[in-house]
């Protein structure tokens, strides 16, 4: 069972707010496949005055309140709960946690900057954020959120990380979740899925009004699953060259030096639908 933690600018329940870091959550426990040792929060989908309040009563309702809950900070390593919190757990457990980081990378850099040798020690690195290209969604272009929201964090983090996989908002459009195959859900036996039925409304109702389609994308999810059931997934490593000018776009093409990634792409966009809920349903009985 692979020991994690999860970075997170959790959002789920928020009005107008994306809800995928807490499904990521809920996918991640319900795979039986880690140890999550602690969830960290950073900015993204919304301020640190909205998400630390927020994880902290999300993984109480999910009845996680047993996990650490560690929050960032924006600007100071020295007052990051969240950056001291990862030093610590990977100083350890050194060589065995793994970092899955779906909001920006400030909090990995906190600890880089408190600890030069942090990188070295974590397990594997899976981020959700970055773009190769535009990012089109039914004609309309989405600018990318987690690397450029902190474009230097997200630049050295990259540059310094080691085993890294990136689930690229390109490569996050792979999988549309529908919300007919989300809605099933309200006919479960098991009381928890039809909880969550209820919850996802809104974000499908957001999701639609925006682009006009009716589902939603779940990056977050896709970049736990790439890091947790890698089976579902085509490693392709590919070389970025994100610049600190091209970072702030989330581009990871620019004119900087080259360094080899995964960029996981689905083998089986069905199986891996089916697989995302098949976590879910059995979330209650793993957490």
């Known amino acids: 069972m692979r020991k994690i933690i999860i970075d997170c600018d959790n959002t789920f329940g928020v009005e107008s707010c994306d809800l995928d870091d807490g499904l990521a959550i809920i996918y991640s426990v319900g795979t ?34 047993k996990i650490p809950v560690r929050y960032g900070h924006t600007d100071d390593p020295n007052r990051n709960e969240a950056a001291c919190f990862l030093v610590e757990t990977v100083n350890r ?25 942090f990188f070295g020690k974590v397990e ?26 902190n474009s230097v964090a997200a630049f050295h983090v990259l540059a ?12 996050c459009l792979g999988v549309l979740f529908t919300k007919e195959r989300f809605d099933r859900m309200a006919q479960s036996e098991i009381p928890f899925m039809r909880w969550l039925q209820a919850q996802g409304q809104y974000w499908f109702q957001r999701e639609n ?22 089976e579902f997934f085509n490693e392709n490593i590919v070389e970025i060259s994100h610049d600190p000018e091209s970072i702030k776009t989330g581009l990871l093409l620019g004119q900087g030096a080259r360094r080899a990634v995964s960029i996981p792409t689905l083998k089986d966009s069905n199986a891996f639908v089916e697989h995302v809920y098949e976590a879910y349903s059995m979330f209650e009985a793993r957490r």
């Not at 946690?97 to 408190?114: D, E, M, P, Q, R």
């Not at 594997?124 to 929201?149: A, D, V």
């Open 32 to 65: 039986g496949r880690c140890d999550l040792l602690g969830v960290t929060t950073t900015f993204g989908n919304n301020t640190l005055e909205v998400i630390n309040p927020n994880t902290t009563a999300f993984m109480k309702q999910l009845g996680l309140d």
């Open 93 to 117: 457990f050194p060589g065995q946690v793994s970092i899955l980081a779906i909001g920006s990378l400030t909090n990995l850099y906190h600890a880089w900057l408190l600890d030069a040798d």
């Open 124 to 149: 594997e690195l899976s981020f959700m954020g970055g773009i190769t290209e535009p990012l089109i969604i039914c004609g309309k272009q989405l600018n990318e959120l987690n690397f450029s929201c």
């Open 160 to 171: 310094k990380g080691r085993s890294v996989r990136v689930a690229t908002g390109n490569a």
């Open 209 to 230: 009004e925006v682009f006009g389609h009716d589902g939603i994308y779940k990056w977050d999810v896709y970049a736990a699953a790439a890091l947790l059931c890698p």
